[in-house]
């Protein structure tokens, strides 16, 4: 009897796990996955992308579309540019992060504010492959048939209140991001998606300048 | 000012109607700046939601204000949850939703060819201002029981959600500009 309960248990906590992510299985050893991406990530020296951003207010029942262009070159240089419905530019370089909306500029130094630092970093690490090594998040990966699911929980309150975890959907084909989906405390979500993606173009740093 | 016959419920043709409108937003405090997008929803059960998000979609906040002066928090960031930031929004955007004025103690003034047509709050006194037919809505004001605190403009669009909306207190450095993003 003891034995059946405890076969009983075990098969609801996989059943459970499973249904997390239908389609998908956790993988309980992810080093192999960890060393793969690490190893693909040493060859991406360049991303560039379009992007869709959809946010979704759950209670509302309303989504929010934008549309731009991404830009990322090693080590840590990101440029996100949002074209619709209202021009936005966010440029990630050298631990300052330059804001462009509309006319006004603003440059944030991350190095006198930790929760930007911490966005800063997400931000990069979501791009470049590093999340898993994040310190700032609990990471577990769910294996499916084309690609992974990294979900991300912080472990620090400040990013907690923001966030209840962030996945990350990495291509099978190129260990690249393809979906970047940010959800909340209390339902609404982020979804990202970087389509067209360009690898190892060249990517003059001026675009990382203001 | 001189206190004049002028029925204060001709302002209500100029309440902004909002089903689902979405403002580019920026938020001036102190030379500080925050820029975002500000939902505006009338909920099928007549409440309104505002809610405020960063261009990245993180939330700033999330507010509903129902009935004739329930107001609800869903959610703010920490930066943000202290009681004079929530009232200090709270009171600016009830101005702007034109709550509390149902007519019971209303009054008009004139100051050279302005109507201020006064409703008393639980302190101070939301006005809104207009030309001597009750034409247009030139401005609206929360004033303190000596002189004016917040003043707000919006200039309306056909579809009676405003096209834009500025708001400014006068005795501290804050400011809130709305520009409405059209539906496509």
């Known amino acids: 009897m003891h034995k ?10 996989t059943a459970t796990v499973r249904a997390q992510y239908p389609g998908y299985v956790q993988l309980n050893d992810p080093v192999a996955f960890k060393l793969q991406f690490s190893a693909a990530s040493q060859t991406i020296q360049t991303i560039q992308s379009d992007f869709t951003q959809e946010k979704n207010l759950s209670m509302l029942s309303e989504k929010i579309i934008s549309k731009g262009k991404f830009w990322f070159k090693k080590q840590n240089l990101v440029r996100m540019e949002y074209s619709e419905p209202f021009q936005y530019l966010m440029i990630l370089n050298n631990g300052n992060i330059y804001v462009k909306n509309g006319a006004k500029e603003n440059t944030v130094g991350t190095k006198s504010n930790k929760l930007f630092q911490q966005i800063n970093r997400i931000v990069i690490d979501c791009v470049k492959g590093s999340a898993l090594d994040n310190p700032d998040f609990i990471a577990k990966i769910f294996e499916g048939k084309t690609n992974w699911i990294v979900e991300l929980t912080p472990k620090a309150k400040t990013l907690g209140e923001l966030f209840q975890h962030i996945n990350i959907t990495v291509d099978r084909k190129d260990f690249t991001a393809s979906v970047v989906a940010m959800y909340e405390q209390g339902g609404d979500y982020t979804i990202i998606h970087f389509i067209n993606k360009e690898l190892n173009a060249t990517i003059p740093d001026a675009l990382f300048v203001h | 000012m001189e206190k004049i016959n ?8 100029f309440r902004p109607v909002f089903q689902s409108d979405l403002y580019r937003t920026t938020v001036e405090v102190n030379g500080k700046e925050i820029t975002g997008l500000l939902l505006i929803k009338t909920m099928p059960d007549s409440s309104i939601r505002i809610v405020f998000s960063n261009e990245f979609g993180i939330k700033f906040f999330d507010f509903e204000f129902s009935g004739r002066d329930q107001f609800k928090i869903y959610s703010i960031v920490p930066q943000m949850d202290k009681k004079p930031v929530i009232t200090t929004l709270r009171k600016d955007f009830e101005l702007l939703l034109f709550k509390h004025t149902d007519t019971g103690n209303a009054y008009a003034l004139r100051n050279n060819g302005e109507f201020f047509h006064g409703f008393p709050q639980e302190s101070g006194v939301n006005y809104y201002v207009t030309d ?10 929360r ?9 707000a403009k919006f200039f309306p669009d056909k579809t009676g959600s405003p096209d834009s909306v500025d708001i400014s207190h006068k005795n501290f450095n804050f400011t809130i500009a709305l520009k409405h993003i059209p539906k496509k």
């Open chain 2, 6 to 13: 002028s029925d204060p419920s001709c302002i209500q043709k």
């Open chain 2, 132 to 141: 001597s037919a009750c034409g247009s809505l030139i401005k609206m004001q």
């Open chain 2, 143 to 151: 004033a303190s029981s000596t002189k004016p605190v917040v003043e």
């Open chain 1, 4 to 13: 059946l309960i405890v076969l009983l248990v075990l098969v609801g906590i």
